[in-house]
């Protein structure tokens, strides 16, 4: 793919959600006060920008070099068994086993203190809606969509294949940030919904609801939340820079040099 149609890619993704989130998130708001233009949507913006133009790409050759090197490792008899089942069950093997090494994995992150230095950029969003689920560092982004399609590359399945799965679970990634309160009930705990993940996203780093799809897994292992409003705020308890630059710089640095960093690049939230 070129560069002009990697931009014009981009520029139609970007139209599409907003032509799909801002009215929901209008006609249905979770904080009815919040702006469109709200605090930090500038570095959001550059964290879609940067997604979409380079270090989706960067991403997805990392995830390939790991799958050809697990074809090394996983014994093709074992995969020619796995694939004489039928598709839909191979399907419904791979979405449980995915989400159980989310859920895991998406834990840890908020329990492990290297883990958590990447994974807090993500939760350095102050106020949340569809463009601030696009806040993930390059590192963390590798982590999480590794464990998520790790499943998929023991079975020997293609990433081509899963195209359709990795494009429903990023659009769901986006509708659980946004700024929407929609009533299901006790659907909720089988479907998922904003309001789980924004108690997610509350400044207590240990909150809980680390399920990606369905929150079965919170509810099995005890970590399921949903009070019936929304938290008091979002964000991280620790200094951490305001703008794109800084957050991608300060966790790959030594913790003797993090605090010299937040504070040279604490600057307005709106600024990249």
Same mark, same amino acid.
């Given at each position: 793919m070129d560069f002009l149609s990697l931009i014009f890619g981009t520029a139609v993704s970007l139209l599409f959600l907003c032509l799909v989130f801002i009215p929901l998130e209008k006609a249905f708001p979770a904080r009815k006060d919040q702006k469109i233009f709200r605090k930090g949507w500038l570095t959001d913006l550059c964290y879609f920008l940067g997604q979409y133009l380079l270090w989706s790409g960067v991403v997805l050759w990392v995830l390939q070099y790991f799958s050809f090197w697990l074809d090394d490792i996983i014994p093709a008899s074992f995969r020619e068994k796995i694939q004489q089942q039928p598709l839909w069950l191979q399907a419904i093997e791979v979405l449980l086993l995915s989400d159980l090494l989310i859920y895991w994995g998406h834990r840890l992150q908020?329990?492990? =203190?290297?883990?958590?230095?990447?994974?807090?950029? *993500?939760?350095?969003? $102050? $106020?949340? &809606? @569809?463009?601030?689920?696009? #806040? !993930? *560092? %390059?590192? &963390?982004?590798?982590?999480?969509?590794?464990?998520?399609?790790?499943?998929?590359?023991?079975?020997?399945? $293609?990433? !081509?294949? +899963?195209?359709?799965?990795?494009?429903? #679970?990023?659009? @769901?990634a986006i509708y659980i940030h946004s700024n929407v309160r929609l009533p299901i009930g006790k659907l909720k705990m089988l479907i998922g919904a904003?309001? +789980? *993940?924004? @108690?997610?996203? =509350?400044? $207590? #780093? &240990? #909150?809980?609801?680390?399920?990606?799809?369905? %929150?079965?897994? =919170?509810?099995?292992?005890?970590?399921?939340?949903?009070?019936? *409003? !929304?938290?008091d705020s979002f964000g991280i308890k620790e200094p951490f820079p305001k703008n794109y630059a800084g957050q991608l710089i300060q966790p790959l640095l030594p913790d003797k040099l993090t605090k010299r960093t937040t504070t040279a690049n604490d600057g307005d939230t709106a600024n990249p």
């Open positions: 908020h329990k492990v =203190d290297f883990l958590w230095r990447f994974h807090k950029v *993500h939760h350095s969003a $102050e $106020e949340l &809606d @569809w463009l601030a689920a696009h #806040r !993930e *560092h %390059p590192i &963390d982004s590798i982590y999480t969509i590794g464990l998520i399609n790790l499943p998929a590359f023991i079975f020997g399945f $293609e990433l !081509e294949a +899963l195209a359709l799965i990795v494009a429903f #679970r990023g659009i @769901w904003p309001e +789980l *993940h924004h @108690w997610h996203h =509350d400044k $207590e #780093r &240990d #909150r809980g609801n680390y399920a990606n799809i369905s %929150p079965l897994m =919170d509810v099995l292992f005890g970590t399921y939340v949903c009070p019936t *409003h !929304e938290p």
